[in-house]
């Protein structure tokens, strides 16, 4: 898959994603909230509160929500900015509103972890950093400069010092947590959304030309009866016009031109009809078709196919499907890329399992990532002399992920090693070992023998006379 394709996806901002309306909706919530709250505080527990300036702060979101209703439409999704400006607001409003009820002495003090966490999961790590170091400087104000909470009889509820301390300390630990872990995760989440997208993307890519092969292949088949009659039609005319020269030219064209269009046919048609005998080949097919788009990348090749010992030494004929040549084409790629001279591709079957290892003679896997290998976008930091060795190689840390992807879903199970140190001098680069990668599958996940993957074909349709 081309790299410009696949840019969308890692650099597409999620706050884009989230509407106007979701925003609002959550506003109302807390709206409700903090009314019920206030009155709660108020009525049952005989507490004094400014109630005009908590009803003023309360007054103030209500109105930031009418306005977004009435002059925004309701599915207008967010900017960055406006996302930022959305959670600073209620931020903000939150603070002023536990400013006027106690500071830290008010439990409800925890709510300000709530736009901390959404800005985490939405925005970018600027962004995120702005608001949570807000939250910060809220938190450390509250804890000297607030409205006491007083009670029907004029007592101050208040906490002890320590436990103010405390408070300010854990809320502080808890909005610098709470951001860098919600990051985190949602990071992943979109991280491996968005390989699973390209995943996707790259199946489906293979899938059509899989389908477009058979439907050119099958239109061959189909055109040959009418160009045959064009051709026969064409020759008789020639025999009756040798008299009319003009005529005869004419009839000679239209002949020409349908063995033109014969052999064209003919080429397109190579690829066989995608009938159901096509949707099985002998394993060395299989391989064969996945590693065709490199056999002329100026490195060899090497395909080995043979049995384990006292096994049957008739090559398996397996399902193909077009995650498999994916899959593999996509490793056999890799190998091609970072060797010195050679790849191997070295096949084996048992009654139980069908295996394939990709053995190239580069300098392997770096250590420090082989353990993360077939993560989402995860690629090297290549040195200066790897830039000159490969110059046209730029991967995304997408083609491991997506092959491995691929190739799991079929049943496989893949291993990666290296065949010696990757630390090694260069002086030995053309007998040097370098990456293995192996795929294992249970030979009934794959062997169109098999019971559960058997199908059918029926007998051929006979031509009318």
């Known amino acids: 898959m081309p790299a410009q394709s696949l840019g969308d996806f890692s650099g597409q901002r999620r706050s884009n994603w989230i509407r106007l309306r979701t925003m609002i909706l959550l506003r109302w919530v807390a709206i409700v909230g903090q009314i019920t709250a206030i009155t709660v505080a108020q009525r049952m527990y005989g507490l004094q509160l400014e109630l005009g300036l908590c009803y003023l702060a309360v007054g103030v979101s209500v109105i930031g929500n009418l306005v977004a209703i009435f002059v925004f439409p309701e599915n207008k999704r967010l900017t960055e900015v406006e996302n930022l400006l959305m959670v600073m607001f209620d931020l903000l409003q939150l603070g002023f509103l536990l400013v006027l009820t106690g500071g830290l002495h008010n439990p409800f003090v925890l ?11 939405v925005l970018t790590t600027r962004s995120t950093m702005i608001v949570g170091s807000t939250a910060i400087i809220l938190v450390t104000l509250m804890a000297e400069y607030h409205l006491p909470l007083r009670t029907y009889e004029g ?43 390209a995943t996707q993307m790259a199946l489906a890519r293979e899938q059509k030309l899989t389908d477009l092969g058979g439907v050119v292949a099958a239109a061959a088949h189909e055109l040959g009866t009418p160009l045959a009659t064009i051709k026969l039609t064409s020759a008789e005319l020639m025999e009756e016009l040798e008299d009319h020269p003009e005529l005869y030219e004419d009839a000679a064209l239209i002949r020409q031109q349908a063995d033109r269009c014969r052999d064209i046919l ?20 299989l391989i064969g078709e996945a590693a065709e788009p490199h056999l002329n990348r100026g490195k060899d090749i090497n395909f080995v196919y043979d049995p384990e010992d006292g096994f049957d030494i008739d090559q398996p ?54 353990g993360r290998i077939g993560d989402p976008f995860m690629s090297s930091r290549r040195g200066a002399s790897d830039k000159k060795q490969r110059p046209e190689y730029e991967g995304m840390g997408l083609g ?66």
């Open 400 to 465: 491991l992920f997506i092959a491995k992807t691929l190739l799991e879903r079929s049943g496989a199970k893949l291993r990666f090693a290296n065949g010696s140190d990757p630390n090694e001098t260069e002086a030995n680069e053309l007998t040097l070992t370098g990456a293995i990668v192996e795929v294992i599958w249970p030979r009934d996940a794959i062997d169109a023998k098999a019971e559960k993957n058997f199908v059918p074909v029926g007998e051929n349709q006979q031509f009318a006379p």
């Open 317 to 370: 004929s397996v399902l193909r499907k077009p995650e498999i040549v994916h899959g593999l084409r996509n490793l056999v790629q890799n190998a091609v890329d970072f060797a010195y001279s050679s790849v191997w591709v070295e096949t084996h079957w048992t009654d139980a399992t069908i295996s394939v290892r990709i053995i190239d003679d580069g300098r392997g896997f770096p250590s420090s990532i082989i």
């Open 111 to 121: 709510l300000l972890l709530g736009p901390v966490s959404i800005s985490a999961a």
């Open 266 to 285: 003919h080429d397109m048609g190579r690829a066989g009809k995608d009938d159901l005998h096509m949707r099985q080949a002998p394993l060395s097919a």
């Open 155 to 197: 007592f101050i509820l208040r906490i002890p010092d320590v436990f103010v301390f405390g408070n300010w300390i854990a809320l502080v630990i808890a909005i610098i947590f709470f951001a860098a872990y919600s990051q985190r995760v949602t990071s992943e989440m979109h991280s491996m959304s968005d390989a699973l997208s």
